[in-house]
């Protein structure tokens, strides 16, 4: 009898969700319940499945609302009826338009399928309207409350047949009422003791039982016929019934046989090149793959991945295929992903089982700058397509802070709540009810955003399943996320954007540009990258800067404790750093047993003949299948339900359970005792959520050689490439440091010689424009273009004359020394430009038709210093390009060098170091501490932890030079320091302010 229910996905209006709403239902007898949330269909499909669970009969439909002004509900008859609901709500959101007041004119675009739909007008609008004519599928919603005025109404007799129940249902009680007025407060930026009426429900808008509808409209018996008579007309299903039924795109070509052909064809033609003589190994692992593929019919999957990785090799892009789809042979020999899983023994069964009712997991990455147009050739070659929609929800500090400027708090009262830093009892009752609904509305969907990497590539058009949006870039994006799409069989497609693939896509760029005499290289023979030595070296000496995946200090750190020297041992790094596998202290374990053939004897036989490569440990995803699969017994498709379920997910609880079971029982079956049963079971469910597939650890490995490739053998071009894509884990600043490492004379910006990004020319990098603050992109376009046409600038009065530009642009320019091809001081090019140039910054917009001789001025001498240069550099680039050492202010007292760290281990020292990076993190015990990486006064790295003890008293405050004192620590060969002290030394004064 309801057929205006709101979930909390009415955003910043409802109090609870769809399942609570049927929750509702069920405590209320009621059988028959419409969703009809305010401008959005997030939660229909799941509501629709639920409700079938629960032997409720599910109704759908939309809330049209101006704001919180109620036009009309629109209740789905059917599919059909659903999909122009959708039509019509995504064409007014989409284009930003105000929804018509007059219902008809809802559906004029979908004239054919208006009977399909149910259109309500709440009584007030029909009173207000004076409407009086109806079609047969528009209908007078009352409430309750509105029961006092129909007695009086003539709508009583005239349009008896017209009128249904609209009881609205948006809180469940006094406490829901609350929080609702809270988010209508938060959603309108107002004090809540100014919140207008008309921007809440009223108290009376929730449900009522069965019997008490019956007793509040007796007088009425006629309206609820009407409404029973239009909820049996209603029959919405999305065929989710089956939790195994997906409703992405079925076929790729026009028949499922067809599209057998053609993976099969794909795959033949493919063998080859990717096996030159194949095993029966390999013939074995195609056919199953190709058999299980078929059976579980997510061939398609395949095809249309290979279809979107296809059209990016046709317009030069490269793209890196992992996750767990870089398991599939299948994938690899089609030119998905680049990882043989023969070589690296991958399991297929954590790929694709029978137990496992979603499609292969595949991300594939791009470029950051082809990402988009990907995405396009998606949305243009597929007819079903959509962005992935993601809900930034309400986080508890977060909602505190709103709901005490609600109230009224002051900041410092807001500030101590939100940091929890208070005492129950010492706070009033305001602060109180801030805690108290802060909890309640914590984890509400607060505003709809787009998935970073989902696109839907769907059976039905994308209105079928819900309205959508459209953000800023352009491309349609439905209103429900990746919870709510798995669980009804919507599965997305992974289009990642990263900015690694950029760098190697313009290092060669760069490469030929700047080494024409070279061979074209090719960067996609990694076969050859993994045993070159002087590659390896770079992993094993922490020197991998600048290359994706593997630059980090805790990643550097990790690979010179492991002395890695070759791709499976960065494989097994990349997975090793993992949360799961270092909290669980098998890292350390792993490590000891590399180091140490004589420690892998500390490993239970068994878990060893079960994981002789990573010495009886548990690294990789997969091992949990090993171990599930031949410790306990259990089926392949079994040890991938008890993988996925250790992530949380599980595709059913009680099956996660049964698994549960059986490994525990099949265990004690073959006389394990319990202590080993549980030791190994804790092991699975410390790290299983958290460790890397092999196979996507493999596909990173391959990127990571491509760039270190070129790191070892084009170091200036590779690091102009980083600097140029937003560099990765250190700061621009650093990747100039790094550069200057390997042999690049860094050079600021020049009016002749630089571009927008940096440039190389021949072993000097010259900054490019776009480092300059405040320097305006219409500046450097009319420069760039300018001396692109007419060659370039001879002179300060050369520039003048060509480019139309302010004293304040030009001061910018002249500051950085970008006019030092003209041997002048820069104060005296400033007082040339001053009198050159109107000095409110007027200056003519038009080209000069001539040019005109300029006056010159005799001035007196006039200088600067290095000093003055670095703070000038500060300010405009912001960094230095002098060594920050020679700022220092300090006398500097007898100290080491990272590089004679190994010389007192265990003893403590001086270094200074120029701060890199640093990072706060946890102890074990949950206890704060702080990792941080310098540069000593050669360049060279070291790591300083601050423990818990000394983490408070020594903060670490900005960029600068510290002076470190420390006990140096010895892990398997990486020396670090334990911090007993640290102090930042002061730097010269900025002689500019005298």
């Known amino acids: 009898m309801y057929l205006n229910c709101h979930s909390y996905y009415s955003l910043r209006f409802g109090t609870f969700s769809e399942t609570d709403l049927l929750d509702l239902a069920e405590a209320n007898a009621i059988d028959t319940i419409a969703l009809t949330d305010i401008n959005n269909t997030s939660a229909c499909m799941n509501f629709v499945r639920q409700a079938k669970k629960r032997n409720i009969k599910p109704i759908i439909g939309i809330d049209f609302r101006n704001g919180t002004d109620q036009n009309y509900v629109g209740i789905a008859k059917n599919n059909a009826g659903f999909k122009a609901l959708n039509q019509f709500l995504s064409k007014h959101s989409e284009q930003k338009l105000l929804l018509p007041d007059v219902a008809t004119l809802l559906l004029e675009d979908v004239a054919t399928t208006f009977g399909n739909v149910a259109i309500i007008y709440p009584f007030e609008k029909v009173l207000q309207q004076n409407k009086i004519q109806f079609t047969d599928n528009e209908f007078i919603g009352v409430s309750v409350d509105d029961l006092r005025k129909l007695r009086f109404s003539s709508l009583k007799q005239q349009q008896q047949h017209k009128i249904v129940l609209l009881q609205q249902v948006t809180v469940r009680d006094k406490k829901d009422f609350n929080a609702h007025r809270l988010l209508r407060a938060i959603d309108n930026n107002t004090l809540l003791s100014k919140l207008e009426k008309t921007e809440e429900c009223n108290p009376s808008d929730k449900m009522l039982s069965l019997e008490e509808l019956k007793i509040a409209v007796a007088e009425f018996p006629f309206i609820l016929e009407n409404t029973k008579k239009l909820m049996d007309e209603c029959d919405v299903h999305f065929g989710v019934d089956d939790e195994r039924t997906s409703q992405n795109q079925k076929l790729y070509t026009d028949s499922f046989e067809n599209d057998c052909l053609l993976l099969e064809k794909l795959c033949k033609e493919g063998l080859p090149k990717r096996y030159a003589n194949p095993t029966p190994k390999v013939h074995a692992r195609l056919k199953t793959e190709l058999d299980t593929i078929k059976a579980m019919e997510f061939v398609s999957f395949f095809l249309i991945n290979h279809d979107i990785v296809s059209y990016a090799n046709s317009k030069g892009y490269f793209h890196v295929g992992r996750g767990s789809g870089a398991n599939s042979i299948v994938a690899y020999i089609i030119g ?285 995803q997969e091992d949990v299948l090993k171990v599930a699969n031949q410790f306990a017994d259990l089926t392949l498709g079994e040890a991938d339900v008890l993988r996925r379920g250790m992530s949380g997910k599980y595709r059913s ?72 894509n937003g560099g990765g884990f250190y700061s621009a600043e650093h990747y100039f440091h790094e550069a200057r490492q390997q042999g690049a004379t860094i050079c600021l910006p020049c009016i002749n010689r630089s571009d927008h990004p940096n440039r190389l020319i021949d072993t000097s990098i010259y900054l490019g424009f776009g480092y300059l603050k405040n320097l305006e992109a219409y500046t450097i376009k009319r420069l760039l273009t300018e001396r692109q046409l007419n060659g370039q600038f001879k002179s300060l009065d050369d520039f003048i004359d060509r480019i139309v530009i302010s004293i304040e642009q030009l001061t910018i320019l002249i500051r950085i020394d970008a006019f030092r091809f003209t041997n002048k001081p820069k104060v005296e090019l400033l007082w040339q430009a001053i009198f050159k140039l109107n000095a409110k910054g007027k200056n003519t917009v038009q080209s000069k038709l001539f040019k005109t001789e300029h006056k010159q001025f005799t001035l007196p001498k006039l200088d600067n210093n290095w000093i003055e240069n670095a703070y000038d550099e500060m300010e405009l ?118």
Request: glycine share 6%; charged share 25%; aromatic share 14%.
């Open 336 to 620: 998905i992903t680049d990882v043989d899983p023969i070589e690296l023994d991958l399991y297929f069964e954590r790929f694709i089982n029978p137990f496992r009712a979603s499609p292969p997991d595949f991300d594939i990455d791009f470029s950051w700058k082809d990402r988009d147009d990907v995405t396009a050739y998606i949305f243009k070659r597929f007819k079903h397509t959509a962005l992935l929609a993601t809900y930034n929800t309400f986080k508890y500090r977060a909602v505190v802070r709103e709901l005490g400027k609600v109230f009224g708090l002051p900041k410092e009262e807001i500030d101590k709540l939100s940091k929890h830093n208070y005492k129950i009892s010492t706070l009033d009752e305001i602060s109180k009810l801030v805690l108290k609904y802060g909890k309640l509305i914590e984890g509400f969907p607060n505003h709809l955003s787009v998935h970073s990497a989902g696109i839907l590539i769907l059976d039905q058009p994308v209105h079928y399943y819900s309205a959508t949006n459209l953000p800023p870039k352009g491309f349609s994006t439905v209103q429900f996320d990746m919870n709510i799409a798995e669980d009804v069989g919507v599965f997305k497609f992974d289009i990642l954007g990263q900015r690694g693939l950029a760098k190697i896509k313009e290092a060669l760029e760069i490469i030929a540009e700047n080494r024409p005499e070279l061979a074209p290289i090719e960067i996609t023979n990694v076969e050859a990258f993994k045993r070159d030595p002087k590659i390896n070296n770079l992993l094993k000496s922490g020197g991998a800067i600048g290359a994706y995946y593997v630059e980090s200090p805790a990643m550097r750190g990790l690979m010179q404790q492991l002395q890695t020297q070759d791709y499976l041992g960065l494989v097994a790094a990349s997975s090793i750093i993992r949360p799961g596998v270092s909290g669980s202290g098998m890292k350390e374990e792993f490590i000891k047993r590399h180091r140490n053939p004589e420690k892998r004897k500390e490993a239970h036989p068994i878990l060893y003949k079960i994981m002789p490569e990573t010495y009886g440990v548990m690294v990789y």
């Open 653 to 724: 609880k009680k099956e996660f359970e049964a698994v549960e079971e059986k490994f525990i029982s099949n265990c004690r079956s073959k006389g394990y005792k319990d202590d080993l049963i549980f030791e190994v079971w804790n092991q699975i469910k410390s790290f299983a959520g958290y460790a890397f597939a092999k196979g996507h650890s493999a596909s990173y490995a391959v990127e990571s050689y491509q760039s270190l490739y070129l790191k070892c053998y084009f170091p200036l071009e590779f690091m102009t490439a980083v600097l140029n």
């Open 877 to 994: 680039i912001g960094f230095p390009l002098c060594n920050y050492f020679d700022l220092v202010n300090e006398d500097m007292k007898h100290d080491v060098l990272a590089s004679q760290m190994n010389q007192f281990i265990g003893k403590s020292v001086l270094i200074y170091g120029n701060l890199v990076t640093t990072r706060f993190n946890k102890t074990s015990q949950g206890k704060l501490m702080r990792l941080s990486t310098f540069v000593d006064k050669n360049g060279d790295y070291f790591d300083a932890v601050h423990f818990t003890n000394v983490v408070n008293q020594f903060p670490i405050n900005g960029l600068g030079i510290y002076a470190c004192y420390g006990r140096i620590t010895d892990r398997f060969g990486f020396y670090s320091m334990s911090v007993v002290w640290s102090k930042k030394l002061s730097v010269v004064n900025d002689p500019r302010n005298v």
